[in-house]
């Protein structure tokens, strides 16, 4: 299998059309970023990713991360890979500069962080984790903590973890029972098993700063009891240096069905006289924090669904280009073809590529809406493309890894027989992406966000907002008079349409019958993943067109596989929205009036 | 994880209600399978596949086979309980009694097979491989060839191989290039390499019958110049016992992504001085007979996914009434949950299950129309019946196949973070299942199958008295004025429908533009797939209220879960057809605007 090459044709399509930088860079703090710089960094961030990251991705599954005498060893290379990682600067990119970060935009660096994922998921995960830690101490840690920690986790090198589960705490983290004890001195000392604790334990990097969610002896029961705190796995000493080590250690490694590499810890907070922990922000707000730094989190597993479908994308369509097998079938030819040119061959790479595609241009429309909701210094604005953000979280995390499940899962077909065998490379893409519907809240989880708190809370306003901007798209293309624009523009009318009715349908049912609502919840966020990709590929059709019609910029052939990649995604994924919003409305009886004995 | 537990119930009521059984026991040969007897039969299988295969089932994923100076050893237990399992008379069952076969109808082989499948399938495989030599001999083998093998393969005392693919020749077997060359004494000698050969080579029976695809020197080219050969590894003797060594063996094991301890073998033919075999039928129409074969290892593979489907929700539904998590949203319960009582859990539940249950019903169904085609009296009902396993046997294949994949994927799901740990045992399912629609003609070919030889060529007269019998059922339905009925008959309104559109579209086409069509044979076979899965568990809700009606038989709860069920797959399967129907129709022009460099 080759290795990954970043797609900088089209990210750089995204940035000119789809999520123009030209409306980011120019908000506070994000100056120094314009076209011409971020296609700079994503053309470096390319050469690392292909060169040094995706030659790693095949022995860091067949190795795996494997634990001795307590000590985690990553693969053969993988240490090296990481100093090379920081070294670049790479792990600072998107972090506040105060702390050594280059403050990049979230729309370029959510660009990067696509192909990181993409050339090696597995590795991939621990600055992902890292930002995580940042991103909570940023949010609340005090100025003594953030100075003693948020430098190394900036630079890379220190890394960081989220410790929530526990055996009975998963999804429900109103369980959680690891107990925090206050001390005289202000710290807190930690006891109890967290387990799925990725990159919990490993040697790439001479630190781990765990953030732990524990319970305090007097906290109340239930999520209002739950504290967060900071348990580094050495002490620093005054002078930043790496101190004592910590009472917190890796019993075992988990078994995976995929991410072999990534080292998933068993951790024991206190086996002796416990963990040494600072509490970050306030005591029993824990959860709270958590989740708000978990949006952030969520996006990222998005991302990594964008990545992987790219990578499984691009070895299936190198091996379709390359094996011959039949002729063509339709055609006088005689000459053995390479599949490539078998119609359902084709289908099935459409059907990668164009959901990809979506998912690239979905994830950053949100990642330019998070810059804005971040930096633009009208409030309204910052409010409503917060809201926006908010809204779209639950599809880039869990619409994106189920499509990547799907994707891999084409990917082995078009290799047939080649797929099932592990040394081709294919089945790992599933083994991988298999996790990414599961971590960071399953995708059920993110379903329930979305109907509650995204959708039926502000009684639909904020996704009538993107209705509303749907339809104007539809409009455009309308007016277009063009055969595929119109096609597309059929086909997204009865999305918006369908969509429109599942959202009535959820906000007028969430408060008075919310199981039915939750019943469809799922379909309800695959209906909307799958209209909200038909509106961005609706615009990139657009944008095609139009540049086509000025001459094709340069680059005619991909404006036009652009174009038949969104009229694909039209016929043969949004075309699924009508059928998704009758089981929302109308599906809810059966799984509801089945008693649990009749199951 | 729980070990199987065979669906006793549920295939009852399809030998019961779906495929009665009494039409078929009354056919010539099939007498002594009445419905007594074939229950028997199934508790029987039920305990065998629970107390045998399914504790194997971890262990060989775990051992996998392994090679080693060109034996290969099967993982612990394997050899032990192949020797039960011929003891017990259960590779003989569906077998001609001429040989010391049962002659159990299919209709009954059918359901024991899936449990197999179920159970252990990488250890099924190896009598589904037998059961495809033995046809294939029984179909054109000489009296002598039949008097020296058949009796062997019938007891399972010797197993069987399809030999067909070369590196170069899979989808595709008219590039097959392994050379055959006659000898003075009749017999020829076959040298050449195949891969991805299952059983292969094992330690669970001392002689194994390797039907091989191989051209004769003076062949014409492509497909008509391939002939098929009975290669054993020992060549017998005269009086029946194992004698010398032929000249095949194995040169390597596949390391695959799932089904580890079924061994599939690179085997090398001829190394020496060429392996000894016999020519079965007439040179150069190998190709034909194996096709014929081919269409009963189809159906097999098909059961591969009911079985599989059937073990993934078993597992799920025992660890949801399990693992408590949460409480219950909708009531004011502060009790922690069984993740059953969630909505989302339900609706997954129902997912895996109501596609089983309409999986094993569509299978059992074309098995019914499988025994009538032999043995009907009636030559025209035979014929009937035999264009109906025609047209069904894809279905049954690669529809039962994808939906296994992505119900064990829901599987995982379930599971959450536990999912995805391979000790769980969720996760083999998936990767067991992978290969499903891969083997025995990727489900593109059946897809390619389908729209041409059952679908265009008799310009859809089979398919469309299919439509018919549908609206049949749907015209019942409506006349039983109950509400889930009702609304199962409106879905299964829409399903005709939209199959009827995709059935005109691509009789009307397939001549005139072909390629067109191969765009949208995928999409048809799913939305074949869907609506007869509707169709038959609109007949099941029929079934179900009628015994709900009449007391609920001793069973009510069962009737009422079946009804639930059906009306699940109504709302939640069933509806995809109107979106499927829209893609067959009009979703080609993109895959083939698209150039090849515009991917």
Redesign the interface.
Same mark, same amino acid.
């Given at each position: 299998m080759k290795d990954y090459v970043a797609p900088l044709r089209d990210m750089q399509f995204v940035l000119r059309e789809i999520a123009p930088l030209d409306e980011v860079s120019n908000l506070p703090g994000c100056g120094d970023v314009n076209l011409e710089v971020a296609e700079a960094i994503l053309k470096e961030a390319g050469k690392f990713a292909g060169g040094v990251l995706s030659p790693l991705n095949r022995v860091g599954d067949r190795e795996g991360s494997k634990l001795k005498d307590g000590e985690v060893k990553t693969p053969a290379g993988w240490r090296d890979a990481y100093r090379q990682f920081v070294d670049g600067g790479w792990n600072a990119l998107s972090c506040d500069p105060h702390y050594g970060g280059q403050g990049v935009p979230r729309l370029v660096s959510a660009l990067v962080e696509e192909m990181w994922n993409a050339a090696n998921v597995s590795f991939a995960l621990c600055p992902m984790l890292t930002r995580g830690a940042i991103e909570a101490l940023e949010l609340k840690g005090s100025e003594e903590l953030k100075k003693a920690f948020l430098p190394k986790l900036t630079s890379g090198e220190w890394t960081g973890t989220m410790v929530l589960?526990e055996p *009975?705490a998963?999804? +429900?983290l109103?369980?959680v029972r690891t107990r925090a004890v206050k001390q005289p001195d202000g710290t807190y000392r930690l006891e109890g098993q967290k #387990? %799925?604790i990725t990159y919990g334990e490993h040697d790439v990097a001479e630190n781990i700063v765990h953030l732990v969610l524990a319970r305090t002896p007097d906290a109340p029961e239930g999520v209002k009891g739950i504290s967060l705190f900071l348990v580094p796995k050495f002490v620093p000493n005054a002078d930043g240096s790496v101190g004592a080590r910590n009472d917190v250690r890796c019993v075992s490694l988990?078994?995976?069905?995929?991410i072999h590499a990534s080292p998933t810890a068993v951790l024991a907070f206190g086996d002796k006289d416990g963990a040494v922990g600072w509490l970050v922000g306030e005591e029993n707000r824990g959860l709270e924090y958590m989740f708000i730094t978990m949006n952030a989190a969520r996006y990222s597993v998005g991302l990594e669904g964008v990545g992987l479908g790219e990578r499984a994308y691009q070895a299936a !369509?190198d091996y379709a280009?390359e094996r &011959?097998?039949?002729t063509e079938?339709?055609t006088k030819s005689k000459e053995?073809a390479p599949i &490539?040119?078998?119609?359902?061959?084709?289908?099935? !790479? !459409?059907q990668m @590529?164009s959901r990809t595609e979506a998912m690239r241009a979905v994830a950053a429309v949100t990642a330019a809406a998070t810059d804005v909701a971040r930096a633009h210094p009208d409030a309204a604005r910052r409010a409503r493309s917060q809201a926006f953000v908010e809204l779209m979280i639950p599809i880039v995390k869990a619409w994106s890894t189920d499509a990547a #499940?799907d994707i891999a899962?084409l990917g #082995? *077909?078009v290799h047939?027989?080649a797929? %099932? #065998?592990?040394?081709t490379g294919a /089945?790992q893409f599933?083994?991988d992406a298999?996790?990414t519907?599961?971590?960071e809240g399953?995708?059920?989880i993110q379903?329930?966000d979305l109907v509650g708190r995204k959708v039926a809370r502000d009684q639909g306003e904020t996704i009538r907002a993107v209705l509303a901007e749907m339809r104007a798209v539809e409009a455009e293309l309308e007016k277009e008079k063009d055969e595929?624009l119109s096609?597309i523009a059929a086909r997204l009318r009865d999305g918006v349409v369908a969509l429109e009715q599942a959202v009535q349908y959820v906000v007028a049912t969430y408060t008075t019958?919310? @199981?039915k609502v !939750?019943?469809g /919840?799922?379909?309800f966020l695959e209906l909307f993943g799958t209209v909200a990709g038909g509106w961005q590929m609706a615009r990139a059709a657009l944008a095609a067109r139009r540049r086509l019609a000025a001459g094709g910029d340069g680059d005619p /052939? %991909?404006y036009?596989?652009k174009l *038949?990649?969104a @009229? %694909?995604y039209a016929?043969?994924v949004l075309?699924?929205?009508?059928?998704l919003a @009758?089981?929302v409305v109308?599906? /809810? +009886?059966?799984?509801?009036?089945?008693? +649990? +004995?009749?199951?």
């Open positions: 589960t *009975q998963g999804s +429900d109103s369980a #387990i %799925f988990e078994h995976k069905l995929g !369509l280009k &011959l097998q039949g079938l339709g053995k &490539l040119r078998h119609p359902d061959v084709r289908r099935m !790479l !459409l @590529r #499940i899962s #082995i *077909q047939g027989g797929g %099932f #065998i592990e040394e /089945a599933l083994r298999r996790i519907s599961i971590y399953t995708n059920g379903a329930l595929a096609a019958d919310l @199981r !939750l019943v /919840a799922v379909p /052939a %991909f036009k596989g *038949q990649s @009229r %694909f016929d043969h075309v699924r929205a009508g059928g @009758r089981t109308s599906g /809810a +009886d059966s799984a509801l009036a089945i008693a +649990d +004995d009749e199951f």
